[in-house]
């Protein structure tokens, strides 16, 4: 991966409906070269896909936990995942150092949603225990752009 590889993803990762043409002018390169790169960045895994972020408080959830969990004995990170999957409300997992065995950031309505939601997680997960925070407010997310930072093309 070159400067210029590195450029097309900052413009993708800022806006994946960009055109190969409005990439191309912030990078110097024309929209066909900006899509052979492309190409070349998904075929090598690189760029592993294109989604839709959806706005949780679209769905109306807006309560949003961290939760440390310990788990009865050892588990495989690919079992973590696969019992995982099917709790919508766990929008992210990972697994850490330290005395948890993951750590999980879930998103639900309000408190009594994110209990029932804890419970399938503890339930599905053969879990020792948790350890619960939930966010008061975010104050910075590099991963998206902030409603309050200009988007630049």
Do not use: N
Request: net charge neutral; hydrophobic share 45%.
């Amino acid at each position: 991966m070159d400067a210029l590889d590195e450029a097309v993803l900052r413009c993708l990762v800022r806006d994946a409906r960009s055109t190969f043409a409005e990439v191309g002018a912030e990078v110097g390169l024309s929209a066909p070269a900006v899509k052979r790169r492309v190409d070349r960045l998904v075929a090598t895994g690189a760029v592993r896909g294109f989604t839709a972020v959806v706005d949780p408080a679209a769905l109306g959830w807006g309560t949003e936990a961290y939760v440390e969990v310990r788990c009865q004995g050892p588990v495989a990170p690919a079992e973590l995942r696969r019992r995982l999957v099917g709790i919508p409300e766990v929008v992210e997992a990972v697994t850490v150092t330290g005395r948890a065995d993951a750590l999980l950031r879930l998103l639900a309505r309000d408190v009594q949603h994110l209990e029932r939601a804890l419970a399938r997680v503890r339930d599905e997960l053969d879990v020792d225990a948790t350890e619960s925070v939930i966010v008061l407010s975010r104050l910075l997310d590099r991963a998206r752009p902030q409603p309050d930072e200009p988007r630049t093309r």
